[in-house]
């Protein structure tokens, strides 16, 4: 495994979730970390369920029938462990009459992130995204148990 390329995938990163956008006709992508999916019987790989298949650390997937690609990162933490760097199209932009949908753009059979909806709005009139909500994780606690006297 190449760690510069994990090392750089993870400072591509650096925020569990953020926007991205690309130009400015172009569409929006988002990215998060998430725990990976992975099979007991391939603990070093990652369960990629939209390919029904296992993915090494640093490569890549599309998400087909999505629209999205994820990458098998390892964490730095000790003991490492296996996460999925998530990348889609986001949440739908709240309803705006004078924005809609731009169908000749829009290609949905297209590979990511050419795949995302394309909207046009009206002059002076912008689209806006739902908030997200980020969960901050939780820290694992060391398991106790307790004895009856």
């Known amino acids: 495994m190449n760690k510069f390329l994990v090392i750089a995938l993870f400072l591509a990163v650096a925020f569990a979730e953020e926007k991205e956008e690309s130009k400015e006709d172009g569409p929006k992508t988002y990215r998060r970390l998430i725990p990976a999916d992975v099979l ?40 490492p462990r296996l996460l999925e760097l998530v990348e889609d199209c986001g949440p739908l932009p709240l309803a705006n009459p004078k924005c809609k949908l731009d169908e000749d753009k829009t290609n949905k059979t297209a590979s990511f992130p050419y795949c995302c909806p394309t909207f046009s709005c009206e002059e002076g009139a912008k689209l806006e995204y739902p908030e997200i909500p980020t969960v901050a994780p939780v820290p694992e606690e060391p398991a106790t148990t307790t004895t009856k006297a």
């Open 40 to 79: 007991r019987d391939f603990p070093g790989m990652c369960f990629a369920s939209t390919r029904c298949a296992t993915v090494e650390p640093g490569k890549s997937w599309d998400l087909t029938p999505f629209c999205g690609r994820s990458t098998c990162v390892v964490s730095e933490d000790k003991p």
